[in-house]
Structure formats: structure tokens, C-alpha cells
């Protein structure tokens, strides 16, 4: 299992940017994915998961502004961020649980995890 995130860069307030997350040894349209981002010296935060069947959640700073999606020719999980905010800025991961529906968007769902791409907001 390998998770391979891209897309990251900086970007001035209000803009946008999309994340793509490039799976290897699974199919992600198997199971739960999602997408965290944590700031230095802070919990990883979930932003954003997808179940199975295509169903969202998202997490309640970014409603309305991300949109999770999975790309399943391709075998990604995208992140559209539009409405960018400088509290947005972070490393951000993709992740993989074990499960096909998501239990949640909190770390210890997740047991695969990518080494991250740093967004940055001005």
C-alpha cells in the first residue's frame, strides 16, 4: 500500500488549489479515504473523507469550500479547495482506513498514510 499526495504549493487567500492522493497496491473505490492536515506543533486535524460508495463528510471548517472525490481510472483521491484561508495552511495527508465505510475523521480510523504535501495560504 502506497500513497503518493501532490498539488500542494502557496497560494493567496481566496484562491484555490487541488490535492491528488495516487494510490499503488489497492483499489481506493475499496475502501474509506480521507484527508488530514496538521499544523507544526499541532494534532492532525481530518478535513475531508470519502466512504466506499462516494459519500462525503467533511469537516465543519471547510464545508461548502472542499470538495473530496475519487478518481477511480486514475485510482486518486482528490482535494479541491477553493475559498482559501490562511488557517487553511499545513501539511496535508492522504490516508487509508481498513474499512470500506468511514468511521469518522479521526486519526486512529486511518492506518496508511502518505508523507504529505505542504499548502500555504496568504
Known amino acids: 500500500v502506497q500513497l503518493v499526495e501532490s498539488g500542494g504549493g502557496s497560494v493567496q487567500a481566496g484562491g484555490s488549489l487541488r490535492l491528488s492522493c495516487a494510490a499503488s497496491g489497492f483499489s481506493t473505490s475499496a475502501y474509506c479515504m480521507a484527508w488530514f492536515r496538521q499544523v507544526s506543533g499541532k494534532e492532525r486535524e481530518g478535513v475531508a473523507s470519502v466512504d466506499y460508495h462516494g459519500t462525503p463528510t467533511y469537516a465543519d471548517s471547510v464545508k461548502g469550500r472542499f470538495t473530496i472525490s475519487m478518481d477511480d481510472a486514475k485510482n486518486t483521491v482528490d482535494l479541491q479547495m477553493n475559498s482559501l484561508k490562511p488557517e487553511d495552511s499545513g501539511m496535508y495527508y492522504c490516508?487509508?482506513?481498513?474499512?470500506?465505510?468511514?468511521?469518522?475523521?479521526?486519526?486512529?480510523?486511518?492506518?496508511?498514510w502518505g508523507q504529505g504535501t505542504q499548502v500555504t495560504v496568504s
Open positions: 490516508a487509508r482506513a481498513n474499512v470500506r465505510w468511514c468511521g469518522g475523521l479521526v486519526e486512529s480510523a486511518y492506518t496508511y
